[in-house]
């Protein structure tokens, strides 16, 4: 018997990730969500994915755009995970408050980020309820620092062994 929605999510939340927030930009505005649904695909060419709900204010910005950066945040990057997250106000998922700069895309690099991947768009592919964007990584940058990384619902860092 399949799980239901419930136990799929409890199960799932088992699987400690990093925390990225995916940027795009189209017609002058900048939009980012977190997401935690970013994989690296392929060295050659160099290719990550990134599943984006369908339902998500981001996701059409996003499809238009044909460019985002995945920024992959640092331990005290959460409260930016939680703004980018939510959708309580009007605009919750710009970036004019948020210090970042442009990367060679345009797409927006987030200060502060543990590394970042700028991508174009190469293909899209339906799955469920997401759609599943496969980006060519056309420029990459990381700097010093710690992971933010989610487990179980919770925020958490990273004991090296």
């Given at each position: 018997?399949?799980?239901?929605?419930?136990?799929?999510?409890?199960?799932?939340g088992?699987?400690?990730?990093?925390?990225?927030?995916?940027?795009?930009?189209l017609?002058?505005?900048?939009?980012?969500?977190?997401?935690?649904?970013?994989?690296?695909?392929?060295?050659?060419?160099?290719?990550?994915l990134?599943?984006?709900d369908?339902?998500?204010?981001?996701?059409?910005i996003?499809?238009r755009?044909?460019i985002?950066?995945v920024?992959?945040?640092?331990a005290?990057?959460?409260?930016?995970?939680?703004k980018?997250?939510k959708?309580?106000?009007?605009?919750a998922?710009?970036?004019?408050?948020?210090?970042?700069?442009?990367?060679?895309?345009g797409a927006?690099v987030i200060d502060?980020?543990?590394?970042?991947?700028?991508?174009r768009?190469?293909?899209?592919?339906?799955g469920?309820?997401?759609?599943?964007?496969?980006g060519?990584?056309?420029?990459?940058?990381q700097?010093?620092?710690?992971p933010?990384?989610?487990?179980n619902?919770?925020?958490?860092?990273?004991?090296?062994?």
């Amino acid at each position: 018997m399949s799980p239901s929605e419930e136990e799929f999510r409890r199960v799932m939340g088992r699987f400690a990730t990093g925390v990225t927030i995916v940027t795009t930009a189209l017609d002058g505005e900048k939009h980012g969500m977190t997401a935690n649904s970013v994989t690296s695909v392929s060295l050659e060419p160099m290719l990550v994915l990134v599943c984006v709900d369908k339902a998500a204010d981001t996701h059409d910005i996003l499809r238009r755009a044909g460019i985002f950066a995945v920024n992959i945040l640092s331990a005290d990057q959460a409260h930016l995970s939680e703004k980018f997250a939510k959708k309580e106000f009007e605009n919750a998922h710009g970036l004019d408050e948020i210090p970042h700069h442009a990367a060679a895309t345009g797409a927006p690099v987030i200060d502060g980020c543990l590394a970042y991947l700028d991508c174009r768009t190469l293909a899209e592919h339906h799955g469920g309820d997401h759609t599943i964007f496969i980006g060519e990584v056309l420029d990459a940058g990381q700097s010093a620092g710690e992971p933010l990384l989610l487990y179980n619902g919770r925020y958490g860092g990273f004991e090296p062994a």
